[in-house]
């Protein structure tokens, strides 16, 4: 629902705006990692439920035929196993789930603005717009932990967490689980659920074992913008429009730690807290009904019917993604400062470090163990390189007859060849620790076309 409103005494050059929404979003499937980008593939286990038979087409060293057209699984499809076996279903073995009780994401939406006529043919438009989002699905939420009373807090290396890998003795021996041996380490018997592999590793909760739940509905998100627009229409051949916005995202959609009350709330990777955009069109006056008229076709050929386009973009770059490791199974970090550090993510030599390394011990003696994370995913200072890039292109049009015309087109993108780097490396034990290694934008390119209207 909105409302547009023009105040008389305005004289009608003001229009105030402003509305409300809800926007519900289809279930997905898909999983979503820490760095915020969706998995290529569907998330289809469903321990219990999901099974695969595997067709024989051949025996006797691919001479013989197993399988017809209109048989093609002559022995049958393998059965689930469902919850046949109770309590002892999958004991010992790492269970994948999806959320049983999947709920819709949806986004509550406002906005409010002004339009302003300053002359006949240019706008000025102010506008706020908030959004918050809920039900978010999280990629991965480990049940199976280690209680949090059992994790370090210490900043450094806790050598007495070490009893967590020692050997024990296994209650479970000789049952009917697949960890039946003699031997176990505390750290699996003390998980909530023993019966089953520990979530939590010596670096950190994973997400490749344990009991994990895919697309918990636990996830939030708010983002505020402040919008500006100027537009001028075409008029004496120029016309433009330029766009400014400032912002924020903040998220909640990844956990810090398995055993945390909820998500971490941090700045989202898909933050851009400022971008500018300018796109400007002049078309050159002279030529064939421009303002000034070349009667003459050669000297028209060569001096008339150009046109200059011009797309300036500028944007601040996302946060770094701090997984230290995968983003479905990140690690902590020993660091050693108390605020957040610069970052010089304009590379200017090969080798050189985005931040300050030292900062950090990357020995992996060193590494913590069982060890309760504070060091965030995200800082809203430490962001990778922006975008700074001006694509220009230039348009001739030649008069072939009266209702057709030839255009040639001269595009450039990129055309000052500005890098845009990459995040840097964030594996503590990488040898490329802190160092950007690529660029994640396209080079100088530029291309000509043709084509004819008529």
């Known amino acids: 629902m909105g409302f547009a409103w023009t ?38 286990n469903q321990e219990g439920f999901s099974q695969t ?43 994948t789930f999806l959320n049983p009780d999947v709920k819709s994401p949806y986004s509550l939406r406002w906005n409010f603005g002004f339009q302003q006529s300053l002359t006949n043919n240019m706008v000025l438009e102010v ?63 003390l998980a909530h659920f023993p019966e089953f592999p520990v979530g939590d590793s010596a670096s950190g909760w994973s997400g490749s074992g344990g009991i994990l739940e895919q697309n918990l509905n636990a996830g939030s998100s708010y983002f505020d913008s402040l919008n500006v627009r100027l537009q001028k229409r075409l008029s004496h051949g120029v016309s433009f429009v330029a766009n400014y916005v400032y912002s924020k995202m903040i ?10 009350p909820s998500p971490e709330k941090r700045v989202s990777t898909i933050d851009h807290p400022q971008r500018v955009v300018v796109a ?13 008229s070349i ?40 660091y050693f400062g108390n605020a957040p550090f610069d970052l010089n993510n304009r590379q200017v030599a090969p080798g050189q ?23 965030p995913t995200t800082f809203s200072t430490l962001r990778m390189d922006g975008i700074l890039q001006w694509d220009p292109s230039l348009l001739k049009r030649f008069t072939i007859t009266e209702k057709a015309s030839l255009q040639l087109r001269i595009e450039a993108y990129n055309v000052l060849n500005r890098p845009t780097f990459a995040a840097p490396s964030t594996t503590a034990s990488n040898s490329a620790f802190g160092t950007i290694t690529a660029t994640a934008n396209r080079f100088r390119t530029i291309q000509l076309g043709g084509r004819i209207v008529f």
Do not use: C
């Open 280 to 292: 400007l069109t002049y078309d050159v006056p002279f030529g064939q009904g421009r303002a000034h």
């Open 295 to 334: 009667q003459s076709r050669a000297l028209d050929a060569v001096v008339g019917g150009w046109t200059l386009n011009n797309v300036y973009t500028w944007q601040v770059g996302a946060p770094i993604a701090w997984e230290n490791g995968s983003s479905s199974s990140p690690g902590d970090y020993v």
């Open 353 to 375: 470090k985005a931040f300050d390394t030292a900062l950090f011990d990357t020995a992996a003696a060193d590494a913590l163990q069982y060890h309760l994370r504070t060091f």
């Open 7 to 44: 105040p008389d005494i305005l004289h009608g050059k003001t229009v105030f705006r402003g509305g409300f929404g809800m926007f519900e979003a289809p279930v997905t499937i898909a999983a979503m990692g820490i760095d915020g980008k969706f998995s290529t593939n569907p998330d289809t």
């Open 127 to 189: 506008v706020y717009i908030g959004n918050h989002s809920v039900h978010l699905p999280i990629d991965y939420t480990q049940l199976n932990g280690i209680p949090r009373a059992l994790l370090s807090t210490l900043p450094v290396r806790d050598s007495s967490q070490s009893y967590l890998t020692s050997s024990v003795a296994n209650p479970f021996k000789g049952l009917a689980t697949s960890a039946n041996g003699s031997t176990a380490t505390p750290a699996q018997l």
């Open 251 to 260: 998220e909640r959609v990844s956990w810090l730690n398995d055993s945390d």
């Open 53 to 95: 038979t595997t067709a024989l087409t051949t025996t006797n060293n691919y001479l013989t035929p197993n399988a017809t057209l209109s048989n093609p699984l002559p022995t049958g499809l393998l059965p689930a196993s469902g919850s046949s076996l109770g309590l002892a279903t999958f004991a010992g073995q790492a269970v």
